[in-house]
Nanobody, 121 residues
Framework: QLQACGGGLVQAGGSLRLSCAAS????????MGWFRQGPGKERDFVASIWSGPTTDYADSVKGRFTISRDNAKNTVYLQMNSLKPEDTAIYYCAARAIHGPATTRVLYDYWGQGTEVTVSS
């Protein structure tokens, strides 16, 4: 029900845009979020978007990443600029059946497969 793509290898300072396509029912009802899991690390919150649209970001990506949604395509995007080596991780999109801020992994109901982002120095 969630399909993420757009990862790849990029040099530090570069940009990538991740996409996550959702089924129509999920997309219109749910908060959509992005999480990431770096090597040997926990899966951490990156950004979320819900009705409004209203957005929320982790402090580590504020000013560099932008989450957005295209309602016509049932797709949520994560535009990542000024990438750093510490942004290297597998990125996951997720959906939560309640509109509103949610930065904790356990609050999300559906998960897509990850897409890998590698930032070289």
């Amino acid at each position: 029900q969630l399909q993420a793509c757009g990862g790849g290898l990029v040099q530090a300072g570069g940009s990538l845009r991740l996409s996550c396509a959702a089924s129509r029912d999920i997309f219109k009802m749910y908060t959509m979020g992005w999480f990431r899991q770096g090597p040997g690390k926990e899966r951490d919150f990156v950004a979320s978007i819900w009705s409004g649209p209203t957005t929320d970001y982790a402090d580590s990506v504020k000013g560099r990443f932008t989450i957005s949604r295209d309602n016509a395509k049932n797709t949520v995007y994560l535009q990542m600029n000024s990438l750093k080596p510490e942004d290297t991780a597998i990125y996951y999109c997720a959906a939560r059946a309640i509109h509103g801020p949610a930065t904790t992994r356990v609050l999300y109901d559906y998960w897509g497969q990850g897409t890998e982002v590698t930032v070289s120095s």
